[in-house]
C-alpha cells in the first residue's frame, strides 16, 4: 500500500514539475510578447537618463537603456549637444538591438536625418513653402537649409528679383553675397537613397510678374539709384531689371555721346548703375537714365563758346529744315533753314553740302537741351560789329603775348 502511494505521490508530484513548467514557460513567453524588444533601424521614443562627455544613455523603454557613444556622438554638433538635457524627450535611431555589452547602440544624428527625410517627403506632397536661410553655394547654384539636411537651388530656379540685386561679373561673386539671406522655397525633389533634395523659389513665389513689378512701382521714388542687370535691347533703348522689374533707359539716356543702338555700349546681362527719372505708375512704366549718373561732357565742351562768336563748323547732315555742323570739341550744332542765307532756300543743298567747312555764328545756345544754334548768313552781320571787334582784339593780344 506504502508502495502505492509512493507511487502515486511521485506521479502526482511528476505531473506538478511539469505543469509548473509549462505554466513558467507560458508566463516567460507572454512577457516576452509584452516586452517590445528594439529592432535594428527602427525610430524609437527615448528619455535622456544621463548626459557625460563620452557618453548619453537614453531610456527607450526596453528593460535595460540605450546608449549613444563613440564615432555617434562625435557626429554631433556641439550646438546639438547644447540643446539636449536630462529628462528630455526625443526620437533615436536603433543600430544595434544589442551589443556585447548587452547595450542598445543608438544614433540621435541618423534619427534627426530620417525624421528629416520624412518631413521634406511630406512637404513636396503638400507643396509646402518653406522660410529658410542661404548657407551655401557652388558653381550651379544656391544651398538652404531644410531642417537637418542641405538643399540644392538651382540658378535656373532662383527668383528674377534675387538675380537682379545681386552684383557681380561671375555667379560665384553673385551667389557669395546671397550667402546668410533669408530664403522662401519649394521641394521639387526628392531622393533619400541618392541624399538628393531639390527645391525652387520661383515655384514658391506667388507673385505673377505683373504683382511683382506693381509692388516694385509702388516702393520706388525719382531720384534714386539702382544696381541692375540689362535684360533687353531694342532699337529704342535697354530694359534693365531693378528689384524684379524691368525699366527702361531710352537710347537717348544712355550716354551723353551720341548712340545709334544699345549695343554699342551694352549687352545682355551686364551690370548697370542707374538712376529712376519717372515712374508712370497708371501705366506700370519705369524710366531710368544711365547718363544721369555720369558728368556731362557737354558743359565743358561749351565752355569755351559764347553766343554771338564765330566759330568754324564741318558740314555733316543736310535735311530738309536745315544742316547739322560738328563743331571743335565734338559739338554738333544745327543751321536752320532760315539761316543759310538772305534770300529763300527751298533746301540747303542749294548752299551748302556735306563736307564743307564754314565759319559760322553761334546765335544760340540751350545747355539743357544740349542744342547749339548756328548761322551761316548772320556771319558778317553788322548786329555782332562790336562783338567781332572785342574777339578780334582779345584774340589779338593773346598772338602778341606768345611772340
Known sequence: MTDQNETLSGTSNAQGDQSNNQSMEALLASESLSIDLPKAGEIRKGTIASISQNQILISIGAKSEGVVAGKELEQLTQEERDALSVGQELDVFVIIPED??????????????????????????????LDTKIIGFNKGGLIAAVGNLRGFIPSSQISAARRAQSTGDKPEQRYQKMVGQPISVRIVEVDRERRRLILSERAASTESRSELKERVISELQEGQTYTGRVTSLADFGAFVNINGADGLVHLSEISWDH???????????????VKVINIDRDKKRIGLSIRALQDDPWKNRMAKFSVGQLVEGAITRLTKFGAFARLEGDIEGLIHISELSENRVEHPKEVLHEGDVKTLRIIRIDTDQHRIGLSLRKVDSAAYADKDFKMLTRDFGQEEDKE
Open 259 to 273: 548712340v545709334t543702338h544699345p549695343k554699342e555700349v551694352l549687352e545682355v546681362g551686364q551690370e548697370v548703375n
Open 100 to 129: 556585447a555589452n548587452g547595450n542598445v547602440v543608438l544614433s540621435l544624428k541618423r534619427a534627426f536625418e530620417q525624421i528629416a527625410w520624412e518631413n521634406v517627403e511630406k512637404m513636396i506632397t503638400d507643396e509646402t513653402v
